[in-house]
Structure formats: structure tokens, C-alpha cells
């Protein structure tokens, strides 16, 4: 990849999606926006705008809802929900070339944690997240680069979004390499004034993100609090520290090294203020949780080590019933 002649593809156009095409085509990049509907026309009518703790950033990007229309990219970033993975990657392949690097920027367990991860479980599929290996069958693993994104931001109206924490994004070869294309990814994304890092262990900070996911998103559901509200209040801090214990457990038996002690993260969750959390306000719209990457996923690594996990298996149950619930 020569950074200087970048095609970069984002397949998303929600608050991240937005973030990142915004960053990049700002930082001077050729960015072709993978988008439908009214969506679409808002940005072909209007840019991209970001309002984020630099100020603001409005952007003219190419977009379309026909992959073949944008062509053949050197990096794509993967965008949208993991439920959503299914029905995009099969339309993506008139943008993957020999060469084209893929990153999903995607919370939860990805459905690649196994590729490349030379351990008993090497090369399985999470059938929580790709249960008819449609995901494995559309693209070869050898185009992903890992990613954990520590981004926090929404859209107050279509194209437009907004964000005001510190960005960050944390990148790393599913085989723990240290690679040449990964300090590309890297220097790219740092050069257009986000945060970034690459590892050789990724699934450390997979699991530190992970742990976030499933200790606030399904309780939030549940309960409608902000993530203040979980973290801090008793009666709803103990069954977070539950959750959080649960899954610490899971991660440790997976070889993962989580960094932050239990009391700090708690600590870090009510800093976060009066913060809905991404599933509550799919709740709230009454959209499909993303339940199967945060939660099941999680579930189905702890079987594999025979790790019982009742506080955290009841709030999944609890929050998908609420959102089913919501849906009809």
C-alpha cells in the first residue's frame, strides 16, 4: 500500500462509518462511502460532517449503494453492526482486489477470533456470529487486519455525527504479527488525528472492549440506565461486578490479558457520564440487538472452556426478550 494513494472504502454510514470517512477524506484521502437510501442521498446532497473535540469537519466524498460503481480499494473498513456482516460482505467483492486490506470495525466477538490464533481452537468458527459461514465463505481471512475501536459518538441527523471523547483505535494481524501493512494501517490512521496502536495481541484489547460490550449493553436494555447509572448505583454496580468477574474468567482462559483491574473499570464506566449505551438506543428505535457478537459469542467461548457463566447468560436472555418484545 503507498499511504500517499489511498482508496479507502468505508461500507457504513452510521456514527463511526461517518467519523472515520470524515477524518480521512479531511486528511486529504480518496474516500468511497459504501451507503442506500437516505443515507445515500444525504450525502451526495450534503458531505459528511463530524463535530468532534477538534471542531468541525465537513466533507464531499464518493458514495453509492453499488460496490462495482466504487471499485477495486486498497483498505475497506467494515462499519456496520455484526448482525449487519452477513448480507454486506457478499455485496463487497467488486471492491476486494488481491491486495485490499479489510477491517471490520465491529464490537463484540469478530467472527475471524480463531484464524491465525494457535490455540486448541485454532482456525474454528464463532457459529454465534457466522452460524451458516456465510462470513468465512465471502472473504479470506488473509485480507483482515483486526481492530478494536474505543470511539464513542451518534448521529444527530443522517450524515452527520458527532463525537466528544478522545478517539482511539487499536489494530492487529489476526496471527499476531507484526506486519509491514499493519504499521501502514497505523500510520495512516494516526496521520488524520486518531489514536492509534498496533499490537501483536489483538484479542487483549478485544476482550478489554468485549468486557465493556457485555457488562453495560444487555443491562441497559434491561433497565434503561446510563452508563453512569450501571457502574455506580449499587443495586446495579453488583450485577455489573457479576457480569464483569464472569467474563474476566472467560478471557483469562482464552490466553487474553486484560490490563485494567476490576475496580478500575468500574470506576471507568461511571466516568463515562450519563451515556446511552449503542443497544438501548437501538432499543429505543426499535431495532435488531446486537446480541449474537456481544453476548452469545461470549457464551459460546466460555463453553468451550466449560466456564459457567448464569448472571450473564439470564441478561442476555432478559434483553432479548425485551427486544423482541419491542419489535412487535
Known amino acids: 500500500m503507498n499511504a500517499s494513494l489511498l482508496r479507502i472504502g468505508i461500507a457504513g454510514a452510521g456514527a463511526i462509518g461517518c467519523t472515520l470517512a470524515a477524518r480521512l477524506a479531511a486528511g486529504g484521502h480518496q474516500v468511497n462511502v459504501l451507503a ?16 468532534d473535540l477538534d471542531g468541525q469537519h465537513h466533507v464531499q466524498v464518493e458514495a453509492s449503494d453499488n460496490a462495482a460503481n466504487l471499485g477495486e480499494q486498497d483498505l475497506i473498513f467494515l ?27 465491529v464490537n463484540g466477538v469478530p467472527w475471524w477470533y480463531f484464524h491465525g490464533e494457535g490455540g ?36 444527530p441527523a443522517i450524515a452527520v455525527a458527532e463525537s466528544h471523547t478522545p478517539h482511539l483505535m487499536i489494530f492487529g494481524e489476526p496471527d499476531n504479527r507484526l506486519s509491514p501493512r499493519l504499521e501502514q494501517v497505523r500510520g495512516l490512521v494516526e496521520s488524520v488525528g486518531i489514536e492509534a496502536r498496533a499490537t501483536d495481541r489483538i484479542r487483549d484489547n478485544l476482550w478489554t472492549k468485549i468486557i465493556a460490550n457485555i457488562t453495560s449493553n444487555p443491562l441497559s436494555v434491561i433497565t434503561g440506565a446510563t452508563l453512569e447509572q450501571l457502574y455506580s448505583l449499587p443495586q446495579l454496580r453488583e450485577v455489573v461486578s457479576s457480569c464483569l468477574h464472569e467474563t474476566l474468567l472467560t478471557a483469562a482462559a482464552h490466553g487474553a490479558r486484560v490490563s485494567i483491574d476490576p475496580q478500575t473499570f468500574l470506576e471507568l464506566g461511571a466516568g463515562m457520564g450519563a451515556v446511552r449505551t449503542s443497544m438501548l438506543q437501538d432499543y429505543d428505535k426499535g431495532r435488531p440487538l446486537e446480541l449474537a457478537a456481544i453476548g452469545d459469542a461470549v457464551l459460546e467461548l466460555a463453553d468451550c472452556m466449560a466456564i459457567p457463566m448464569p448472571i450473564t447468560r439470564h441478561l442476555i436472555a432478559l434483553a432479548r426478550f425485551r427486544g423482541e418484545q419491542a419489535r412487535h
Do not use: W
Open 120 to 155: 486448541r481452537y485454532d482456525g474454528r468458527r464463532v457459529n454465534a456470529v457466522d452460524p451458516q459461514s456465510v462470513l468465512s465463505q465471502a472473504l479470506d481471512l488473509r485480507h483482515v487486519i483486526g481492530c478494536v475501536v474505543f470511539i464513542t459518538a451518534n448521529c
Open 36 to 51: 442506500r437510501g437516505e443515507t445515500l442521498a444525504a450525502i451526495r446532497r450534503d458531505g459528511i460532517r463530524l463535530f
Open 79 to 105: 462499519c456496520t453492526k455484526a448482525q449487519g456482516l452477513a448480507s454486506l460482505l457478499p455485496q463487497l467483492q467488486p471492491m476486494i482486489g488481491a491486495e485490499t486490506v479489510v477491517i471490520p470495525v
